[in-house]
């Protein structure tokens, strides 16, 4: 199982945005879940993790950066971001629409999820989980 977010197919692009959604949503949650077990066998109270919204937390804090990845991802071939290359590295990097439309289409996969795990720390968080 990969977590790479590629193009998807035209044909099928929703649902393989969906699916590696839904998988890259279940690793950070197995990660996140793992975490609260962990520390429940280092000593911890599970109250006290409870009353502080660790899960929930670590999931706003996962959300966030699948935000800042898709937004880079999107934000990396911008005409701004060309021109920048252009100055600091003096690349001759053309700037065309083409290549801004692939990579907001390369950063979907990653603001679809963190919004799901923005969600679902909102609702973990009114369920003091």
Not at 41 to 49: M, N, Q, T
């Amino acid at each position: 199982m990969t977590l790479v977010a590629t193009k998807p197919a035209s044909k099928n692009s929703f649902r393989r945005l969906l699916l590696w959604t839904l998988k890259a949503n279940g690793v950070v949650l197995a990660v996140d879940l793992s975490a609260f077990g962990a520390f429940l066998a280092l000593g911890f109270d599970a109250a006290g993790l409870a009353a502080n919204h660790f899960v929930s937390t670590t999931l706003l804090l996962a959300s966030g950066i699948a935000f800042l990845v898709g937004g880079a991802i999107a934000f990396g071939s911008g005409i701004f971001s060309t021109r920048a290359k252009e100055q600091i590295f003096h690349k001759e990097e053309q700037w065309s629409v083409q290549k801004l439309k692939k990579n907001e289409q390369r950063a979907h996969p990653y603001l679809l999820l963190a919004f799901v795990l923005f969600v679902e720390s909102i609702l973990f968080s009114l369920f003091a989980v």
